[in-house]
């Protein structure tokens, strides 16, 4: 069993930066991939961003490029979302899911309970 839990949320105004994280416990996750969802009011979850179990490989929405980074430290079973230059569009429930394999697939067997972004216009 997975335990995944997010941190680092809050409220922020436009133009703001957050980093959430997310720490991983149960099991070691250094030969998962990890991604990052968000789920606004509303609407349904949508995917952000993802990384390999290396860190070698990420891929983002084209909604959040050049604007968000994920990382990740295996040592420390965790993975981040550096997020830069937020928008109100960005407020969401975000999460983050533990991959069932090393590369970033489509496959998200653990998920995290979420950390609420709110951003200020």
């Known amino acids: 069993q997975v335990q995944l839990v997010e941190s680092g949320g809050g409220l922020v105004q436009a133009g703001g930066s957050l980093r959430l994280s997310c720490a991983a416990s149960g099991r070691t996750f250094s030969r998962n991939a990890m991604g990052w969802f968000r789920q606004a009011p509303g609407k349904e979850r949508e995917f952000v961003a993802a990384i390999s179990w290396s860190g070698g490989s990420t891929l983002y929405a084209d909604s959040v490029k050049g604007r968000f980074t994920i990382s990740r430290d295996n040592a420390k079973n965790t993975v981040y979302l550096q997020m830069n230059s937020l928008k109100p569009e960005d407020t969401a429930v975000y999460y983050c899911?533990?991959?069932?394999?090393?590369?970033?697939?489509?496959?998200?067997?653990?998920w995290g309970q979420g950390t609420q972004v709110t951003v200020a216009s």
């Open positions: 899911a533990l991959n069932r394999y090393t590369v970033v697939s489509d496959t998200y067997d653990y």
